[in-house]
């Protein structure tokens, strides 16, 4: 089972703002990525250390960590959004990276 | 444009092998870790094992260790997974990724089923 915890679902309203949580970690100094997930795509990262994006990425979707807890969140939500998100960390003490259940999102 | 095609999959009996290969274009593969991660059917990621940039250091999930070999081969820009004594619980799809900022560009996936 995963080690990093993420609410299974979240649901939104088009033009709303969703924000995805993941804890069940010490995130002080170490960065979280995140992934969206299609249905029946590959993953494609989103934010990467935390709140920088890739290329590409719209500006709506944006992330933070408070140590315990690392968001992402996306604003003015639309029904392309729908997918799996998931978020990714490395732990230095494994030297394993350890990835959270993922929380699926639905636009209403 | 860079671009991660996975292939190899396919249906195996338990206690079976299977080798896994990612063949990478559109960046230079000899400079980039690389991954593989599997997803069984209706559940969440899971981070299978990496080598660094030149294959001299490996490392492997705690399901896997034991079991399966990672590799690659710089000179045909290609990676690999050596699955052995294949598992029920091991099916699903398995990506390749490479790591710049995090798993930047990931591939379509190549499905492995293991059943009798």
């Known amino acids: 089972s995963a080690v990093l915890t993420q609410p299974p679902s979240v649901s939104v309203a088009p033009g709303q703002t969703a924000r995805v949580t993941c804890g069940g970690y010490n995130f002080r100094s170490r960065s979280v990525h995140w992934y969206q997930q299609r249905p029946g795509l590959a993953p494609a990262l989103v934010v990467f250390?935390?709140?920088d994006r890739p290329s590409g990425i719209p500006e709506r979707f944006s992330g933070s960590n408070s140590g315990n807890t690392a968001t992402l969140t996306i604003s003015r939500v639309e029904a392309g959004d729908e997918a799996d998100y998931y978020c990714q960390v490395w732990d230095s003490g494994s030297d394993h990276w350890l990835f959270g259940g993922g929380t699926k999102l639905t636009v209403l | 444009e860079v671009q991660l095609v996975e292939s190899g999959g396919g249906k195996v009996q338990p206690g079976g092998s299977l080798r896994l290969s990612c063949a990478a274009s559109g960046f230079t593969f000899s400079d980039y870790w690389m991954y593989w991660v599997r997803q069984a059917p209706g559940k969440g990621l899971v981070w299978v094992s990496r080598i660094d940039s030149d294959g001299s250091t490996t490392r492997y999930a705690d399901s896997v260790k034991g079991r399966f070999t990672i590799s690659r081969d710089n000179a045909k820009n290609t990676l690999y997974l050596q699955m052995n004594n294949l598992r029920a619980d091991d099916t699903g799809v398995y990506y390749c990724a490479y790591y710049h900022n995090a798993f930047d560009v990931w591939g379509q996936g190549t499905t492995v089923t293991v059943s009798s």
């Open positions: 250390d935390d709140s």
